[in-house]
Nanobody, 118 residues
């Protein structure tokens, strides 16, 4: 099973920036897709962005132009650079990893809290 460790969250004012990191370890599928999700209080977890090993990316509409996902394949690590943060970006951010042509597994790390104040 893959172990996922997220870090980099914190409290920031609206308009600010944060950079999240996700380190994957254990039984890592290759090739794989790494993704960032978030869950706001009282809401379901939603996909924010994902990136294939070759670098192809995709973003949810609500973060396009503000967030950038990247990865370091040698380190099995994914990053999420978040700029122009808004209060509605507040939530717990999780990462996940899956093989190509597969569903996201229901296996999560502890996540990292992001709080954006108005």
């Amino acid at each position: 099973q893959v172990q996922l460790a997220e870090s980099g969250g914190g409290l920031v004012q609206a308009g600010g920036s944060l950079r999240l990191s996700c380190a994957a370890s254990g039984s890592i599928f290759r090739p794989n897709v790494m993704g960032w999700f978030r869950q706001a209080p009282g809401k379901q977890r939603e996909l924010v962005a994902h990136i294939f090993m070759g670098g192809v990316t995709d973003y949810a509409d609500f973060v396009k132009g503000r967030f950038t996902i990247s990865r370091d394949n040698a380190k099995n690590t994914a990053y999420l650079q978040m700029n122009s943060l808004r209060p509605e970006d507040t939530g717990v951010y999780y990462c996940n990893s899956r093989p190509y042509n597969s569903e996201w597994p229901d296996h999560w790390g502890q996540g990292t809290q992001v709080t954006v104040s108005a």
